[in-house]
């Protein structure tokens, strides 16, 4: 599985910028009324410009119809070279979604990069890369919280000693694993140690006790395991919206609002911004 993707070299970034269009293309732009006509000028134009690229480098992005019903049709999400990116309608500005901050349908602004990834963990796609815990019988779902996470990360531990009390307070916990070493080396200690708990019959215990060093996992017979896939999807992911460490924690409300962290939040801070109601276990 290749996980590495290949970025838009910056030659090919200066010459995104200025794809606006000759005179021969006004009556293709003029006439463009949905992503794929959008997409169509976007491929023609960067065929022109980078023609190692091939006639289809321009994708739409899967979370196309939730970023519209976020911020409208001005502006689509697509893929290229790898990397997730904006372009206008008529296929003339190409933009890192990273630097991009956009009025959203309740008129806040909003980082597009953050919408991206809330879109994306929320989505049906997402649901093979990530690791959850189950609420307790009764307890009524309030949020979500994912967390790029490393065994050996002592702040990811602080998340574990508060599991307990997201849970019963009704905020769902999906782990995305995220050794900080990499993925190239099995033997390093996060990946190791991911591989314990991601091969296990129930994977979510497994890495909340391997994580707190509590009892006794067995490594994979094969580190390259199909089981670890999900090791090797979820720092893919990381890599993906650049984290720079972990934990990186990711939480949305019952309302779809949603706020990120690259660091180690509290639960009372995570679950006073969710307006969820705090329980204290430990007392």
């Given at each position: 599985m290749n996980i590495m993707k290949k970025p838009l070299s910056l030659a090919i970034l200066a010459s995104c910028f200025v794809?606006?269009?000759?005179?021969?293309?006004?009556?293709?732009?003029?006439?463009?009324k949905t992503p794929e006509q959008t997409l169509k000028v976007i491929n023609e134009r960067m065929l022109k410009v980078s023609p190692g690229l091939g006639a289809n480098s321009a994708q739409l992005d899967f979370t196309l119809k939730g970023f519209q019903a976020e911020f409208g049709g001005n502006y689509l999400p697509i893929t290229l070279s790898g990397q997730r990116y904006l372009t206008d309608t008529e296929g003339s500005i190409i933009m890192e979604p990273s630097k991009a901050f956009m009025f959203n349908g309740k008129n806040e602004l909003s980082n597009v990069n953050d919408t991206f990834i809330k879109l994306e963990l929320m989505s049906e796609e997402n649901k093979?890369?990530?690791?959850?815990?189950s609420l307790?019988?009764?307890v009524d779902k309030k949020g979500d919280l994912f967390v790029l996470t490393d065994p050996t990360c002592g702040y990811c531990?602080?998340?574990?000693?508060?599991?307990e009390n997201y849970l019963n307070s009704g905020i769902?916990?999906?782990y995305i694993p995220y050794p900080r070493a990499g993925i190239v080396d099995v033997t390093n200690a996060g990946y190791a140690?991911?591989?314990?708990a991601a091969c296990a019959e129930n994977p979510a215990k497994a890495y909340h006790d391997v994580s707190l060093r509590i009892g006794d996992y067995k490594s994979p017979d094969d580190m390259?395991?199909?089981?670890?896939?999900?090791i090797k999807d979820g720092y893919a992911f990381g890599r993906k919206i650049s984290i720079t460490g972990t934990p990186y924690m990711f939480a949305v409300g019952s309302d779809g609002d949603?706020?990120?962290?690259?660091?180690?939040?509290?639960y009372e801070s995570i679950a006073e911004r969710l307006g969820v109601q705090t329980v204290n276990l430990s007392k």
């Open positions: 794809i606006t269009g000759a005179s021969a293309e006004t009556a293709l732009v003029s006439e463009v093979d890369r990530v690791i959850s815990h307790p019988d009764g531990h602080k998340v574990e000693e508060e599991v769902v916990v999906h140690l991911w591989a314990k390259n395991d199909a089981c670890t896939d999900i949603s706020f990120s962290s690259a660091g180690y939040l509290p």
